[in-house]
């Protein structure tokens, strides 16, 4: 019966909840996978047989008849449930269409964050089905298919256990430990009477049966106790091995009562797969209606065109920057003071780089070589952490902007003019606003620009490439999507909506992005100045955090608590899995393009005085920037996280760290970023001790902690991200770059920008 | 062929994107989806009537998955029964899957047909998402 059948699908469609079990055609038939099954359907109807056959008849006759049928009825309620557990349908997804993934097309974050209760869960890309695994859903690798509330895969039942048969493997269980506790308790009544003729053969059977019954009821009593205390606690098998809410706390329980009685009392789920097509008749024909645009749409209409939009960008400029990114026509450019910081262009490219990605650490999916399974354990706890810290992620764009405005009129102007100064890295510098999680933003932006400046993002020329163009592509659709309810959650908690928001925003900067480093990298004064600022600033920061080797643990600022926290709450990441080894393949040179784009994205302010630091910038940026598009650094970005997360990492290798542990993508990719590139102008600048330095600074919290002290010459805890520091003693930087933040580059034009702090930066265009 | 037909005439007009509302986690994992509205549609549907689909939906997928009395008794008689009352009886849960499916092709119908879109019931995707397919409007001419 149950054990040996195989699943055999293609039955005709009907919503019975009865076992429909489907085919999967190309899986090859694997008879060890029957085993188990086998053996237990064997003991238990065989044992139970020989029960009926030699124990109950004088049990009957010496008792009462009552005891085979209590016995005949709990088998028979083992077998249901047995039956049902075996060949139910746990609760299968069918796998997404291809339009469906249209959306999330070739890159994009490995993982999306939603808010359940107040709680940061993950949900992760499968990509064997093509959908992001709503919570409690896991992929089976026995059955090769995404199970809804996934428990486990019980090999007795050659079945997976999720939500539509919890309830009956449960039953199973509890009628499983009822029968063997009958069993071994009424042939122990029967060898009790009968100590004199235990040679019968009646006796040696009962004898025989009580063994295979006492050797059973342990796992069997033990598996139905931890089962009884899962669903008191509203807990799934998976979710208590992997210990995802240990020492926290489950947003899916609704208290012990209502978790009981969810279990055993709730109507039964629906079977997704085997369904009847409904076939749709409705006749769709133009004319079409259109709705009527209300006044508020129009006067919404005006302020998309920019015209208002400037006024508004100080309050609400999220919302501005949606309206705008929604526009058909580009608006025309602001001007330079409200512009968003460092955005030339009056286009929806701003408002995507106005809209920062969400803080989801962009895990991009390399779908053909991306190996979901080693991850998914180990970012679990680190993408939580950092998930939790970071409550106000989709509300950072709109407070970066707020606080960048309320902070200095002229940091729109700074990050606008670093825009200018370095195409790519202006960029960054505009997406970062100094604020909260430029490192987050760092990669979408970075690879946006990427993807932009090189027309054939699909290219095969490398999974950065790759990364680039579906970063840019996520993050278009998701910039499309921006709504302007988007306020009331922004303050709040990271929900759904906002994160589909943010990663609408952040395509948008992508995209913006994109053109913008396209036309600074041809030019090499631009790009010159585009880097060296990131240089010189990060040989600062390097000096000042050696100099201050604990001052990441100062930053309280609460735009960078995600950073503090996801530096010093993940433990060190595991070996690279095969995508990062992908990704470690790229050409070296190719870092130091990551570098800088990463840089730029934590440094918007870029120093007015890097132009006067040609030497060195030209030959550090020039060769990369224009044979790499920026796409390392997607590729690296998510390596950079595990590396990041660690705050002690002296001897940390300068690969990028494995992909699995990323508590701040965004963090670890700077780092990765500033690193690589210290360690270039370090070694061309023959600055070994601020390599040194740099070393374990890259492995901090996002780089950014170091950063920000090095840099600041402002109030220590708001300038962590993006102040410059004054300091000298970063071999590298010229004098110019350690000037205060007043010195004027002896470039062309000079553009202020104010980081955190406020501390103000020119930079030259 | 001697006579020449229009495209447009004979078949529906071609689809131009669709759109994804996606579950809303908020609460758990009970079945609801957001009532956020996507900007694509910004031009075809008014606001309102989206919304009041949408909610519409939750409430029915709400009302499938109340642990009621109802949903109980059921459970009992299929336990009394050797769940062999399955074979026959339709659950709750189908039941009000069957009134969302009249509810959509209903909304369909008088909603969203006239305006060019259509909903696709989210159960052939899984309960993830609900797929609004939209059509090209030639009749205007945009291309879109």
Sequence with gaps: MLGGSSKSGGRGPSSSPL?????????????????????????????TTLFFCFTCPWLSERFSVAVPIYNGVIFLFVLANFYMATFMDPGIFPRAEEDEDKEDDFRAPLYKTVEIRGIQVRMKWCSTCRFYRPPRCSHCSVCDNCVEDFDHHCPWVNNCIGRRNYRYFFLFLLSLTAHILAVFGFGLLFILYHRQNIDRLHAIVTLAVMCVAGLF????????????VLVARGRTTNEQVTGKFRGGVNPFTNGCWKNVSHVLCSSQAPRYLGRKKCVRNVCVQPPFL???????QLAAKILDNGIQGDLHRSRSSLEMMESQSCDSEPPPPPKPELRYPGITRGNTEECSLLNKAPPTPTMYKYRPTY????NHTALTHAYANQASQQPGFCSQPSLDRDDASDRTPGGRERSEGSREAGGGGGIPGYSLGGHSYPSFSDPTVLSGVTSGTSSSTHTSAGAVHISEATTSASFKSLANQTPPPHHTSRNGSLSYDNLLAGSDNFNKVA??????????RPCTPAAASYSSPFLSSQQRDAELHSQSPHHHHHLTNPHHRFLHRSASSTPPPHPPTPEREHLLALPPPHHHHHHHHHHHSHHHHHHS?????????????????????GYPYRTRSTDAPLGSTSTTHPAHSPHPPPLGKSLSYSSAAAAEMQYRLVRKASASAGANAALSQMKPLSQTNGGQPFFSPSFCSAPSSPSHLLSVSTQPGLAYTGAALQQSPTHKPQGNEVKKVTGLGGTTYEISV | MAETHSLQDLQQPAVSSKVFIQRDYSSGTICKFQTKFPSELESRIGKQPFEETIQTLNNLYAEAEKLGGKSYLEGCLACLTAYTIFLCMETH?????????????DQNEKVYAPRGLLLTDPIERGLRVVEITIFEDRSIGSGR
């Design chain 1, 217 to 228: 009821f342990i796992p069997v009593a033990g598996l139905t106790g931890f089962h009884i």
């Design chain 1, 19 to 47: 076992p429909h079990t489907v085919i999967q055609t190309s899986r090859p038939l694997r008879p060890s996978r029957y085993v188990p099954v086998s053996a237990a359907t064997f003991f238990l109807v065989g044992s």
């Design chain 1, 290 to 296: 259109r709705p009527q645009l209300t006044e508020i």
């Design chain 1, 609 to 629: 005085s890097s132009s006067s630091s040609t030497s060195r910038p030209p030959r550090f940026s020039t060769p990369h920037l224009p044979t790499r598009h």
């Design chain 1, 511 to 520: 995209a913006e992005v994109a053109p913008e480093v396209s036309a600074g």
């Design chain 2, 93 to 105: 849960y189908e039941k009000v899957l069957k009134k969302i499916a009249r509810y959509i092709k």
């Design chain 1, 371 to 374: 190996s979901p399974g080693k």
